[in-house]
């Protein structure tokens, strides 16, 4: 029986097993965040055709394509920033772009590689702009306060009583000052126009119904 000798790659490329790792995680994040972001990994060893893989191609760049100035820079610079996170950036049809960029070393502290992601938010800023414009309000052209909410008698009470125990007193030992802000505040609401509010509202501050009328002439 012959000797089999089993052969290990004794000494595998760092790089390449990096890059081939790198791979996966570009493949699963394009994957993940599709439409709306390209991913691409860029081997910095071979700038001249950086581009080893490319996910939702959103640039228009394509495999064997250089690095761009941020990847030069990472090969020229070992201090360039690992992580360049969140900056503004464009693509080539003008629409808007958050990018990220990362930057992946071997063991000798040397740049292989720069994973990047490059998000068109060109389309959440037309909702975004659609939602600020949907939620705008313009109270210069109201007249008076409304309220949708469906007041009762006993509503007007607990605002008596809410407002006098925020002034740690009670509805009946009001003075006529807070009596007619209290007055004025229940009107703006809407909750005098029930039907036998004033007279709730008279009894629960002491006063007489007059003295109700009087507040919101005054």
């Known amino acids: 029986m012959s000797d089999i000798k089993h052969?290990?790659?004794?000494?595998?490329?760092?790089?390449?097993?990096?890059l081939r790792e790198a791979k996966k995680i570009a493949s699963a994040l394009g994957k993940m965040f599709a439409p709306?972001?390209?991913?691409?990994?860029?081997?910095?060893?071979?700038?001249?055709?950086?581009?080893?893989?490319?996910?939702?191609?959103?640039?228009?760049?394509?495999?064997?394509?250089?690095?761009?100035?941020?990847?030069?820079?990472?090969?020229?610079?070992?201090?360039?920033?690992?992580?360049?996170?969140?900056?503004?950036?464009?693509?080539?049809?003008?629409?808007?772009?958050?990018?990220?960029?990362?930057g992946l070393r071997n063991s000798r502290d040397e740049?292989?590689?720069?994973?990047?992601?490059?998000?068109?938010i060109?389309?959440?800023?037309?909702?975004?702009?659609?939602?600020?414009?949907?939620?705008?309000?313009?109270?210069?052209?109201?007249?008076l306060n409304e309220s949708l909410k469906t007041w009762g008698l006993d509503d007007i009470k607990t605002k008596i009583n809410e407002y006098a125990a925020a002034l740690n007193t009670q509805p009946r030992a009001l003075t006529s000052q807070q009596r007619q802000k209290l007055i004025r505040h229940l009107s703006e609401l809407g909750m005098l126009q029930l039907r036998g509010a004033a007279t709730t509202a008279a009894e629960t501050l002491g006063i007489s119904r007059v003295s109700i009328y009087n507040a919101l002439k005054s």
Not at 7 to 18: A, D, T, V
Not at 111 to 120: R, S
Not at 122 to 143: E, G, K, Y
């Open 7 to 18: 052969h290990s790659n004794p000494k595998l490329n760092e790089n390449e097993l990096l």
């Open 36 to 102: 709306s972001c390209e991913v691409v990994l860029h081997d910095l060893t071979h700038p001249e055709h950086a581009i080893i893989a490319i996910e939702c191609p959103l640039s228009g760049r394509k495999i064997g394509d250089p690095a761009t100035e941020m990847g030069l820079a990472r090969i020229q610079d070992k201090a360039f920033p690992d992580v360049v996170q969140n900056y503004e950036n464009t693509f080539p049809d003008g629409r808007p772009v958050k990018s990220t960029s990362i």
């Open 111 to 120: 740049y292989v590689a720069a994973l990047c992601l490059n998000m068109d």
């Open 122 to 143: 060109s389309l959440f800023s037309t909702v975004q702009r659609v939602i600020s414009q949907l939620t705008a309000v313009d109270n210069q052209q109201v007249p």
